[in-house]
């Protein structure tokens, strides 16, 4: 989802994954404008490309999204785009299939990841922590801020001795994805992360809730939450 993207930067993620023997689907979404020579790559690797154009409004992490028609009027950190084409996705799949979602820029393969020797294949779903046990939620200010933005306080006294897990990168049967992507995207509701507030009157913790809980890491936050 950035237009400055370059062959290199397909070849690393695509490219590697071809390499490793992978004949699967690989599902992107692009934004309009984005360069040829990256969308030419992505095309000799066999991707399956879709052109997605959320609105979007202000830069960097301030940068507020939503679709047009879209039922909630609220928008969202643009890192919660993907949350909805991940459900809209996994929904055209099988029952048997088994899905990754992952980050795209960061991300390259050393081997077919779903003939990963660790892959426990009875796992409805999997995620991954981050430098376990060094990365905890409350030593860090930014794992610790998305939750407690969102959730209040007392869920830092719930979840915050806990291991930060990655957003970027799950993998699950697709009937785990699909359930997992709806209850991310329900995050974005404040009336469904109200429960867990402090005890304040309705109206103020929705206009609290909907004024800070946006930033570009507000889906590791619901992540870890809904993990924990």
Known sequence: MD???MRHDAIRFVGSLRRTGFMGDIVLAVLPGSRQDFMDALKEKGCIVYIVDP???GESHEKKCRFEGQSRKEAFSINMVRFFLY???AQKYSSDSRIILSDFRDVFFQQDPFKWSKLNRNADMQVFL???????INRCPFNNGWIENCYGSKAIEIVGSHTVSCSGVSLGKRDAVVAYTHLMLAQLSP?????YKEETPNNVVEAVNSRTCISLGMDQGFHNWLLY
Not at 130 to 136: A, L
Not at 191 to 195: A, H, N, S
Request: proline share 5%; net charge positive; with cysteine.
């Open 3 to 5: 237009t400055t993207s």
């Open 55 to 57: 609105i979007c409004k």
């Open 87 to 89: 459900k809209w996705w």
């Open 130 to 136: 981050e430098n376990h046990p060094t990365k905890v």
């Open 191 to 195: 009336r469904v992360r109200m429960e």
